[in-house]
């Protein structure tokens, strides 16, 4: 098989893929890309104007939750989904898309208006907002996560890897707060992981 | 089985499971739910606080583009998706992602800053910073389009009816132009399927 070939910028949602494909084992060959401070979008030097960006067997491919799949699919012999039509398969497809869908758009919103755009184009009031929501969402996993060490079932799955990268941006913000024990705890169990180290460890 | 349960609301993503039912010809149960102008989110009055969440053999899913993988992989026999392993797998999965972890974010931003929330916390900066990203998305659509009636393959798929909730929006907010020629004709292909005329017109 062709060697898979990820772009890959530190920070970014390329994390998720690279922690995959350590998880996984899977041979791949990065291609680091410097990270610009977005204007609006689609404005980094990859083939999709985004990250991450996988080239597999011909097929340029983007969108992390789609890459996470597709891979999984495709290569994990079994590993990190539950089978299709198991009582977890729901669930899975559930988190996976919450994670990128639901939980990092004010994540995105904070980082903007706090980090990325230039300081004279930052509205506090739209970062101020935007940890409404971002706590919402974090009460949201603080649920799910009861009594659990993963978001489906008993073992890793590709739901927690989407999730994760919500969880270190949300850290690294402050929202995850004292009411998050459950989540605290969850991300302790994931940073423990060597395969996710390797990847943030990846420049 | 027991009938699928959708929690709807007209003009929400809950569009989306209605449409894709009709599609396949699924019996379903229509909880009909008043949309609330959201401050934040999870505002909604559905067991998920979100508009779409199913009912399906006991299990609550919310995530319309989970909702829409899980259906069809359940009782789509084969429609909508290509198949795991095949060559239009990844660009089928990408879109499906795309259409709501990039494509809709700007939509959201647009609307809650020009109609849903209260005029005095509305924004014009953010709208118009919006407007500039949908407009990104829906160049990278109409690039994706050339030559082709649907995303992926040569028939309807699950990832037109994801992006077809994201173009009835931005075709709303005046964000689809006449650089959009590709996007114009495939959205009139959509509007002429009875399935969606019949989501649409569902109250």
Redesign the interface.
Known sequence: MAMIKLYHAPRTRSIRILWLLEELGLPYQLATVAFRPPR???EQDTPAG?FPVIE?DG?V???????L??LI??YGKGLLAPA??S?E???Y??????A???A???V?DITRHTLLLPEAER?P??AE?AR??AT??LN?VERALAGKDYLVGHELSGADIMMGYFLMAARMLGVVGSAHANVGAYWERLAARPPLQKALSTH
């Open positions: 609006h979008s689609f985004k597999d097929l491919m983007f969108e992390s939750g789609a890459i799949e597709y699919e495709k299709a039509g009582p398969r729901g669930p497809l559930q988190w996976i898309h919450f990128e869908a639901t990092m758009p004010p995105n509205i009031k739209v907002d409404v929501r919402n969402v949201v």
